[in-house]
Structure formats: C-alpha cells, structure tokens
C-alpha cells in the first residue's frame, strides 16, 4: 500500500515561510511523479506544482511563482514544499499527490494517490 503523509502545516504571518513535507511509503519514492494541490473554503482543489521523477523538471502556477519551490529527496523517500513570503491567499489545505506515471502533470484526476492533507492558513 501507498501511503502520503504531509506535514509542516501551520499558522503564519503574511509575509512568513513555512516549508512543508510529504513522505511516501510503500515503493521506490524514486518511480512516482509528484504533485502539491490545494483547497481553500469554498473553492475547488487547485493545482500548485509539480515535479518529476528524478527532480529535474518543476512547474509552479503564477500565483505562486518566485515564492514557492518544490523538491525532493528520493534518498529519504520526501518531497517537500518551501513557501516564502506568503499571502492571506495562500490559505488552504494543501495536499501531496503522487502517481507512476512519468510525465509530471498538473490534473488531479491523473495522480493515484494523496496524502490526507495539512492546513495552511496565512494571517494579514
């Protein structure tokens, strides 16, 4: 079994950082394309990055662009989220993805598997 487990999650002022962590069980960490998504009250999930199998290849939203950086570490089966100079906006649930396919994509439909979530909420 596949498990995702987020964390890193919090309260934070505007203009504050927190870095958040997935780490994944079950197979090689290494074979999965990954992927952060959030939620926000009342709004559909919403793509943030995503990043390829090896680390090589990232892509990040505008929104977020310049402020977050995904990466991983396939040594220590983890991929993680550093946010930076965040906004009331950036308020959501985020949630790490992962599927074996070897394409990155931005679709939610297209990861098998996800964590159960961590919140973020950003004070102004």
């Known amino acids: 079994q596949v498990q995702l487990v987020e964390s890193g999650g919090g309260l934070v002022q505007a203009g504050g950082s927190l870095r958040l962590s997935c780490t994944v069980s079950?197979?090689?960490?290494?074979?999965?394309?990954m992927g952060w998504f959030r939620q926000a009250p009342g709004k559909e999930r919403e793509f943030v990055a995503n990043i390829s199998r090896g680390g090589g290849s990232t892509y990040y939203i505008d929104a977020v662009k310049g402020r977050f950086t995904i990466s991983r570490d396939n040594a220590k089966n983890t991929m993680y989220l550093q946010m930076n100079s965040l906004k009331p906006e950036d308020t959501a649930v985020y949630y790490c993805?992962?599927?074996?396919?070897?394409?990155?994509?931005?679709?939610?439909?297209?990861?098998?598997?996800w964590g159960q979530g961590t919140q973020v909420t950003v004070s102004s």
């Open positions: 079950g197979r090689a960490f290494s074979s999965y394309r």
């Open positions: 993805a992962a599927d074996e396919s070897f394409l990155p994509s931005t679709l939610g439909r297209e990861y098998d598997y």
